[in-house]
């Protein structure tokens, strides 16, 4: 069992011994699980390579701890309940013995494709239950699955595969979000005319709608399972072998494959799961992330299996039918902790009231958000009308980069502040550090959010580039993991987020390099260069604001290179990097070493042309003017 804590003094207690003796503090949390073989010696580290081994030399395979583990207390009780993107579609629940038999059953079939330990598979699927048993099926037999959220363009798909040298893609048909169908297995055919790594693909049916199956690449899962065994021995890992990939955005570049270990990975998610959400026995846990995000990974299916939980998958999207579907959800499986982005919370205040009426909400007890700072209207209204004033905020900070929750509020425990992600986790060693590195100890600063000492659940390195991880992260301070977020600590100690301190925009919670957003636009034929900035944005929490400098204009003038440039990043990146605002430039405002500002351009974004502050490298002044004339509003 995965301990919890119950108090404040609790917290308090745990804190100052993780930070006193990490070693001995996560190696009594390690102990409640099971291991092959155990660690030889809890943590090396080194924060100059960066190498970081957790739980050393230690055995094990993570589907073990989830279902053998589980097996004795658990065998009958629901593992996974599905909710289905139509409501009047009829629900799944997979007990732990059922979920366990599937992903034994679709292991051996993986097998019988060929897939080995450490082979990396790429998962492209909407949110059905045999996404859970695929991850889960790589996982038992030590293959490391890297997961491309199903909103992502042919383009993106492609990139992720050629960089993790996939062997297999698992997908279905078509996919059904709200009222639409999205034709994913068309994206994946498009996708792997580049992929020569690429040998097979398995088809989830899901629509039934007509695809393609290319003869001798493509297998349907039902064809594929067919006869095979619902046993399947799990193969033995290293505590510090590759459980998974999962891309994110950063400010330059192409995305980064995050790597994440077994062992450390597995300790941290679950110990962050009962914690911050005080789970107990029973309980039903709904996060509504997409399983294509970490948030996915750590809190809908290993965080809450490990520890034994009911998690609730939910194919949909929360405003269909209508703007009451979370809601409608958890009255019908009476759900006790709810895990959302404040950007669904700030879609759904515009909605009104009424789709409040008539829903039972009272089994809630936690409600969580996770993805950017919560303004205080959002929490608010959460609180208010959503926990009807009874039920603690969990506002988590974290990162893909760092596995599991490592900022907040424990539910009930530590009390909580609007738009304060609160006090760290146990085991993790928050410091602010100002631009020149050094420490600001002490109450009422400001300044970048660095760790200082690893935790089980962080990255372990950029897959096929350790140097870009260095210098991404271990270079700016040396020594120290910088997250690349602002933050303050104020008169009571707790941390407030700031945003990003870099060019990465949070766009509804999904992380989004400027970069690539402007390289996709800069595919553009009458492009010449472009900059992308965001925007404070009532819902979306930032919008996408692009100043575009066109060679020439089209026939269809401004209004047709701002639709094409839209259509373009959409066909490129996929719908969610599509910029709000495209504002056609002569020239962008850059220093005289031609570095663009950015700083300016995202004031005029923002619509504040008060304190630009240093101008004084920039080329042409007389630009920043003409470019606040022009502004899109
Ligand atoms: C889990 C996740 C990470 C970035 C992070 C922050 C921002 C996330 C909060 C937050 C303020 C929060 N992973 N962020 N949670 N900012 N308060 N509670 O979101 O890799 O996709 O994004 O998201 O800037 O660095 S992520």
Redesign the pocket.
């Known amino acids: 069992m995965v301990r919890k804590i119950t108090s404040l003094g609790g917290y308090i207690h745990e804190y100052q011994k993780s930070v006193e003796n990490p070693k001995a503090f996560w190696e009594q949390q390690a102990e409640d699980f099971y291991w092959r073989k155990k660690w030889d010696n809890a943590l090396e580290w080194n924060f100059e390579e960066p190498s970081v081994n957790w739980f050393v030399n230690g055995k094990l395979n993570i589907t073990e701890n989830i279902f053998e583990r589980n097996m004795f207390l658990r065998k009958n009780q629901t593992a996974i309940i599905w909710e289905p993107n139509k409501p009047d579609e009829e629900s799944i629940t997979l007990t732990y013995e059922e979920l366990f038999r599937k992903v034994n059953q679709f292991a051996n079939a993986l097998i019988k494709i060929g897939i080995e330990k450490g082979d990396r598979v790429i998962i492209y699927m909407p949110m059905i239950p045999e996404l859970a048993i695929a991850m889960l099926a790589c996982a038992r037999i030590g293959a490391i699955h890297s997961i491309v959220f199903a909103g992502f363009s042919a383009n993106s798909l492609e990139e992720r595969i050629n960089d993790t040298q996939a062997k297999l893609v698992i997908t279905s048909d078509e996919a059904f979000r709200g009222n639409k169908i999205i034709q994913i297995k068309n994206i994946v055919d498009e996708a792997l005319v580049d992929c020569p790594c690429v040998k097979n693909v398995v088809v989830v049916k899901r629509t039934s709608g007509k695809i393609n199956m290319k003869d001798g690449r493509d297998v349907w899962w039902h064809d594929v399972i067919k006869g095979l065994s619902e046993e399947n021995e799990s193969v033995e890992m290293d505590s510090e072998d590759t459980l998974f990939i999962l891309y994110?955005s950063g400010s330059t570049g192409k995305p980064k494959g995050?790597v994440h270990s077994i062992g450390g990975y597995m300790v941290y998610s679950a110990y962050t799961f009962k914690n911050v959400f005080q789970y107990s026995d029973n309980d039903v846990f709904f996060c509504t992330a997409d399983i294509g995000?970490?948030?996915g990974h750590?809190y809908i299916i290993y965080g809450p299996l490990l520890c034994g939980a009911k998690t609730l998958m939910f194919e949909g999207i929360p405003t269909y039918p209508d703007a009451g579907r979370l809601w409608e959800i958890v009255d019908k499986y009476k759900v006790n902790q709810i895990y959302t982005?404040?950007t669904a919370i700030r879609s759904l205040i515009t909605y009104g009231e009424s789709y409040l009426e008539n829903k039972d909400l009272s089994s809630l007890k936690v409600l969580g958000?996770?993805?950017?700072?919560?303004n205080e209207e959002a929490w608010h209204w959460y609180h208010d009308h959503i926990g009807k004033g009874n039920c603690p905020i969990v506002?988590?900070?974290?990162?893909?980069?760092?596995g599991g929750?490592s900022?907040?509020s424990l539910a009930g425990i530590i009390p909580t502040k609007p738009s304060f992600?609160t006090l760290p986790l146990p085991g993790f060693q928050p410091v602010i550090l100002d631009n020149n590195g050094n420490e600001l100890s002490g109450r009422n600063v400001e300044g970048n959010?660095c760790v200082k000492f690893p935790w089980p659940g962080m990255l372990r390195t950029i897959y096929g580039d350790h140097k870009r991880c260095k210098e991404t992260y271990f270079s700016k301070f040396k020594a120290y993991y910088f997250?690349?977020?602002g933050v303050k600590r104020d008169e009571d100690g707790y941390y407030r987020?700031?945003?990003?301190v870099d060019d990465?925009i949070?766009v509804s919670?999904?992380?989004l390099g400027t970069a690539e957003i402007e390289n996709a636009i800069n595919e553009h034929p009458l492009v010449h260069e472009s900059a992308v900035v965001g925007y404070s944005h009532e819902i979306k929490g930032q919008g996408i604001y692009a100043f575009v400098v066109c060679s020439e204009l089209s026939t269809g003038g401004e209004e047709g290179i701002r639709k094409s440039v839209i259509k373009g990043v959409t066909k490129i990146i996929g719908p969610i990097a599509k910029p709000d605002k495209v504002q056609i430039v002569k020239e962008l405002p850059k220093t005289r070493s031609g570095k663009i500002m950015r700083r300016i351009l995202r004031k005029i974004a923002d619509d504040d042309f008060t304190n630009f502050g240093d101008t004084s490298t920039l080329l042409d002044p007389e630009l920043v003017e003409i470019i606040i004339k022009g502004r899109v509003k």
């Open positions: 994110t995050i995000w970490i948030t750590s982005a404040p958000t996770v993805g950017e700072p919560i506002d988590t900070w974290w990162q893909t980069e760092t929750i900022i907040s992600a959010l997250t690349g977020d987020l700031l945003g990003r990465v949070i919670g999904h992380n």
